[in-house]
């Protein structure tokens, strides 16, 4: 069974960073890629970043370009998002997923919180 387990969320001023972990355990049997999204309260979820498994080839939402990071670790099956230049529009659930193709995300984590303050 695949579990997918998100950690490094919290509490942090505008301006700051945050790196945020996302476990997977029992290897899915199609790993595309992962992907982050987010979900901040009244709004709908929304892709953050993603990146592919083997070549490692990322992507970014616009609103996060040139300030959070998306990165991997094969050999943990571990992926990595580190945020920096925090903003108060950044406050959300942050959650991964992984990618099973071009197209589909299954097995999402639980997210977690990050919250930015002004």
């Known amino acids: 069974q695949v579990q997918i387990v998100e950690s490094g969320g919290g509490l942090v001023q505008a301006g700051g960073s945050l790196r945020l972990s996302c476990a997977i355990s029992?290897?899915?049997?199609?790993?595309?890629?992962m992907g982050w999204f987010r979900q901040a309260p009244g709004k709908e979820r929304e892709f953050v970043a993603s990146?592919?498994?083997?070549?490692?080839?990322?992507s970014y939402a616009d609103s996060v370009k040139g300030r959070f990071t998306i990165s991997r670790d094969n050999a943990k099956t571990t992926v990595f998002l580190q945020m920096n230049s925090l903003k108060p529009e950044d406050t959300a659930v942050y959650s991964c997923?992984?990618?099973?193709?071009?197209?589909?995300?299954?097995?999402w984590g639980q997210g977690t919180q990050v919250t930015v303050s002004s």
């Open positions: 990146i592919t498994w083997r070549g490692g080839s990322t």
């Open positions: 029992g290897r899915p049997f199609s790993l595309y890629g």
């Open positions: 997923a992984v990618r099973v193709n071009l197209v589909e995300y299954k097995y």
